[in-house]
């Protein structure tokens, strides 16, 4: 959901958009960790979120002169992405965690698959031949995006805990503008090294060992 969503989003909305409206995810996250009992929030840990939610925000810029209004169906759409990603990174702190990571990976790739096929049917477009750069761009999707990148993603879930986890969420606009500049050559700008200094103060806070243990361990009765 969350991909699909996002991906869909960004057909109406403008890129810096999405990304700041997916880098609310880490108050999402923590909200919905804290009203499951699997986790206790933490004054600096909001603290450091809304310092690096600012720092994405002078990063992306929400607003530029004479734009039209934001698409209401993109932000619907990116909206309900974010609360899908903040809401599976919290199951699986609480249901999941002890679970094998690839076998958890390999069924909801599956899952996921089964369950948009007839939705592919009913609303695709017809499917083209495809070109080897889309191709690849697929590929790359498939097993570095997805599979690979869910693989770390549940992993970091399970070392550091879903609030700590989504606040790397902070960091999309950082490796944005830096690829984006090393394969495209797009020039660099004063905001984003003033953001990325932001939302690296942030995250210093985000991430600082808690003083009270802040995780519940795995098949821990919830307080």
């Known amino acids: 959901m969350y991909l699909g969503l996002t991906f869909s989003a960004l057909r109406t909305l403008r890129p810096e958009i999405v990304v700041v409206i997916v880098s609310c995810t880490p108050f999402l996250t923590t909200l919905f960790a804290a009203l499951a009992g699997l986790e206790r929030i933490e004054i600096a840990r909001l603290a450091g979120i809304m310092l690096g939610f600012t720092g994405v925000v002078v990063m992306c810029g929400v607003a530029s002169p004479g734009s039209a209004p934001p698409d209401p169906l993109g932000l619907a759409l990116a909206a309900c992405g974010t609360l899908a990603f903040a809401a599976g990174t919290v199951l699986f702190r609480g249901r999941a965690h002890g679970l094998a990571i690839l076998p958890v990976n390999f069924w909801q790739s599956v ?3 089964v369950v948009l096929a007839p939705v592919a049917l009913a609303w695709g477009g017809p499917w083209p031949v495809p070109a080897m ?3 690849l761009a697929l590929l790359y999707l498939a097993a570095v995006a997805t599979i690979g990148g869910m693989a770390l993603w549940l992993l970091l879930i399970r070392s ?4 700590k986890a989504s606040a ?13 500049h090393l394969v495209l050559g797009t020039a660099l700008r004063p905001t984003d090294f003033a953001g990325a200094a932001i939302i690296a103060l942030g995250l210093a806070l985000t991430l600082r060992p808690s003083r009270t243990p802040s995780v519940r361990p795995a098949g821990a009765p919830a307080k």
Request: aromatic residues 0%.
């Open 168 to 180: 790397c969420h902070l960091l999309n606009p950082v490796s944005g503008v830096v690829l984006s």
């Open 133 to 135: 750069p889309t191709v």
């Open 160 to 163: 550091r805990g879903a609030a």
């Open 111 to 113: 899952t996921g698959a």
